[in-house]
């Protein structure tokens, strides 16, 4: 009853009729879904690339997985190229909606699009078949992976989702860190731009010492080649493109 209570309220502020949204572009939590769901929001997930005009998969309104983007559009196939031991790998789609190349630029179509029509996206998943539908879960994209030496893989936007969940989490970013001093260090680090006006408002002082508590709960709830060593606090927003997405390769990575 509270719940029903607390979403009307929610709900009557779009307006008291939303049912639906689509939602694709970045990573969801799926904590964000499941919030939604509680208040009687169905939110259908899916996953696209402009290459593929633009989408690949999408959730159905009667079938929906938790943390999955879905199955493929009709007439779509997936294929993980060169997977690991868990499945995972590049994630390649073929379908109707495929562009026929890049304009006037047939090497960069070749690298993109293989002997057998598929796109390689460049993200990072797995598959998982029931009842015969495939069901596409990302985890990564390739640029942005981080391979330790120990050959473990990092995802840098699993943790990112975790970090996300943590109040007074503006934007976050997680990479590789550079130390100049010492190159064959290994550093996972944590770079975070705070809510700084809900820290005032609450009179938190201690901003670093905040999140290195945080930090330290994410830490001790994942394995250990996955320990968050470092948190950096921006005092700006990170740089975005035209379509606010960050630019990840704008950001100084270097930690001393």
Known sequence: MRSKLFGKSVLSNFGGELKMIICGGAALNQSIIDFFEGIGVVILNGY???????????NRNEFRRKGSVGMPIIGGKIRIDSPNEK????????G??????YFENPEATA??????GYFHTGDIGYVEMVDGDQWLYI?????????LSNGKNVYPEELECDIQGVWGVNEVVV?????????EKELIVA?????????KAKGIDDIRGYFAKEIKKINDRNVAYKFIGRVKLRTEEF?????RKITRFKIDKTVD
């Open 96 to 101: 109707p909606n495929v562009m026929r190349g």
């Open 87 to 94: 499945g995972e790998g590049e994630i390649c789609y073929k």
């Open 191 to 199: 770079e975070i731009y705070p809510d700084y006006d809900a820290f």
């Open 139 to 147: 985890t990564g994209r390739i640029k942005n992976l981080i391979i």
């Open 239 to 243: 740089p975005k493109n035209t379509s």
């Open 48 to 58: 696209g690339i402009t290459e593929c005009a633009p989408l690949i998969s999408c």
């Open 175 to 183: 990479y590789q860190g550079v130390c100049k001093n010492n190159p």
């Open 111 to 116: 690298a993109a699009i293989d002997a057998d």
